[in-house]
T-cell receptor, first 114, second 112 residues
């Protein structure tokens, strides 16, 4: 069973605020990911990491930033939130030794920017 | 340019019958295909996968079929149960690197 946790689950904030979405996993996975998903749309990869001190941008351009100081922790930050950032943000991790590419997802953070 | 396509946004099936969800892809380099299930306000959960060297994989009520020549795969759920009502995402990967490429999902509704 996957052990990956995201906080907060829901966040409603005003434009211009700085927010950090937290993601932690207890499986010791090196690879971690952030996806963004809007209703009726596919999940878009916005950031990923191969391990500590590694961060890469995904297929979808995002104004958010990420950091990976510890293996288990992969927070996502928006310096100045805008209504266009309203979305669901999904954190995931994977075991690089598994060829299938299976991802373990957290429950997601639903962000609403007013 | 979508590499993984799910052309049916929704599908309604009667409880006890077979549900068939379809997925097409364009990238012939994909070597693994996965299906995920997602409830509202929750993260996706893994259902079943298939390697590109196989044409069928079965796990309980779930079977995935792969037709490489047509670049098409399908997920069969038999028998369909009320708890199967969810959004199903088809995903693919090449060498397990850099995450998964997802389709837009199909909303499966199981009617009593």
């Amino acid at each position: 069973e996957a052990d990956i946790y995201q906080t907060p689950r829901y966040l409603v904030i005003g434009t211009g605020k700085k927010i950090t979405l937290e993601c932690s996993q207890t499986m010791g996975h090196d690879k971690m990911y952030w996806y963004q998903q809007d209703p009726g749309m596919e999940l878009h990869l916005i950031h990923y990491s191969y391990g500590v001190n590694s961060t890469e941008k995904g297929d979808l351009s995002s104004e958010s930033t990420v950091s990976r100081i510890r293996t288990e922790h992969f927070p996502l930050t928006l310096e100045s939130a805008r209504p266009s950032h309203t979305s669901q943000y999904l954190c995931a991790s994977s075991d690089p030794s598994v060829d299938t590419g299976e991802l373990f997802f957290g429950e997601g953070s639903r962000l609403t920017v007013l | 340019d979508q590499q993984v396509k799910q052309n049916s946004p929704s599908l309604s099936v009667q409880e006890g019958r077979i549900s068939i969800l379809n997925c097409d892809y364009t990238n012939s380099m994909f070597d693994y295909f996965l299906w995920y299930k997602k409830y509202p306000a929750e993260g996706p959960t893994f259902l079943i996968s298939i390697s590109s060297i196989k044409d069928k994989n079965e796990d309980g009520r779930f079977t995935v079929f792969l037709n490489k020549s047509a670049k098409h795969l399908s997920l069969h759920i038999v028998p369909s149960q009320p708890g199967d009502s969810a959004v199903y995402f088809c995903a693919a990967t090449q060498g397990g690197a850099d995450g998964l490429t997802f389709g837009k999902g199909t909303h499966l509704i199981i009617q009593p």
